[in-house]
């Protein structure tokens, strides 16, 4: 069965990309050169990819983290609603610890490089490769080296969950209000407030502050997935 899915996946693919590959077909440049020459302009982001999927196209984008929104809540419930036994209670054996020197050593370590570095790929994503969905991840996985590398059931630390429900919550409303500030300005929903010929207000602020937001909330979500995963610490 896996080897015909794998040959049906090679047929489609060579259904789409065939043509592409094949044909001599000069693809219409519009778009592309509207974008090389009006993106830094319009948006203040020299990396274009973040001037179409924080401007051009936030639309889409804030309906991606209403998604991923929708998906980390019910992941979140569903894990909570499994059977108690699955998550470990009094009378049954104890896990294993999850916590060795080589895993404390290296995850104290690497936790805050990594999260220093989520934090410049999110305030830096208008300039360089980078944004509030990958900088979320990195984030998030600093954070989860830092759960790793304590105890099992150890003493609260600073990934207290209601903190990260916390900082979930606080980064959408600043989401909702980053949509609707353009409406204080006169301008258009999803409209950069900022894009002014005097440039008191630098435009790309509107975008650091989208990619802030975005981060937040991918990195807040991701981690409380990880810690519920990990089973160290079940809600009543």
């Given at each position: 069965?896996?080897?015909v899915?794998?040959i049906?996946?090679i047929?489609?693919?060579?259904?789409?990309?065939?043509?592409?590959i094949?044909?001599?077909f000069?693809?219409?440049h519009?778009a592309?050169?509207?974008l090389?020459h009006?993106?830094l302009?319009?948006?203040g982001?020299?990396n274009?990819?973040?001037?179409?999927?924080?401007?051009?196209r936030?639309?889409?984008?804030?309906?991606?983290?209403?998604?991923?929104?929708?998906?980390?809540t019910?992941?979140?419930?569903?894990?909570?609603?499994?059977?108690?036994?699955?998550?470990?209670?009094?009378g049954?054996?104890?896990?294993p610890?999850?916590?060795t020197n080589i895993?404390?050593m290296?995850?104290?370590k690497?936790?805050p490089?990594?999260?220093?570095f989520?934090?410049?790929?999110m305030?830096?994503?208008h300039?360089?490769?980078?944004?509030?969905?990958?900088g979320?991840?990195?984030?998030?996985?600093?954070?989860?080296?830092?759960?790793?590398?304590?105890?099992?059931?150890?003493?609260?630390?600073?990934?207290?969950?209601?903190?990260?429900?916390?900082?979930?919550?606080s980064?959408?409303?600043?989401?909702l209000?980053l949509?609707?500030?353009?409406?204080?300005?006169?301008a258009?929903?999803?409209?950069?407030p900022?894009?002014?010929?005097d440039?008191?207000?630098?435009?790309?602020?509107?975008?650091i502050?989208?990619?802030?937001a975005?981060g937040l909330?991918?990195?807040?979500?991701l981690?409380?997935?990880?810690?519920?995963?990990?089973?160290?610490?079940?809600?009543?």
């Amino acid at each position: 069965m896996i080897y015909v899915m794998g040959i049906v996946s090679i047929l489609l693919l060579s259904l789409v990309l065939g043509p592409m590959i094949i044909s001599d077909f000069v693809w219409p440049h519009i778009a592309r050169d509207f974008l090389l020459h009006n993106g830094l302009t319009d948006t203040g982001a020299s990396n274009l990819v973040s001037a179409i999927y924080l401007g051009y196209r936030a639309y889409d984008t804030v309906g991606e983290t209403i998604v991923l929104l929708a998906a980390v809540t019910g992941a979140v419930h569903l894990i909570k609603g499994f059977p108690a036994s699955v998550h470990g209670s009094e009378g049954l054996p104890q896990k294993p610890k999850r916590r060795t020197n080589i895993i404390s050593m290296t995850t104290g370590k690497l936790a805050p490089v990594v999260m220093l570095f989520g934090w410049y790929v999110m305030f830096f994503g208008h300039l360089s490769p980078g944004g509030g969905f990958q900088g979320g991840v990195v984030l998030a996985s600093g954070l989860l080296f830092i759960a790793l590398g304590r105890e099992h059931h150890q003493r609260e630390s600073k990934l207290d969950r209601s903190g990260l429900h916390i900082i979930e919550v606080s980064s959408l409303f600043l989401i909702l209000l980053l949509v609707s500030l353009p409406l204080v300005f006169g301008a258009s929903i999803l409209e950069n407030p900022f894009s002014t010929t005097d440039e008191t207000i630098p435009r790309v602020i509107y975008m650091i502050g989208f990619n802030m937001a975005i981060g937040l909330k991918v990195g807040s979500g991701l981690t409380l997935l990880g810690l519920l995963m990990m089973d160290m610490k079940h809600d009543d």
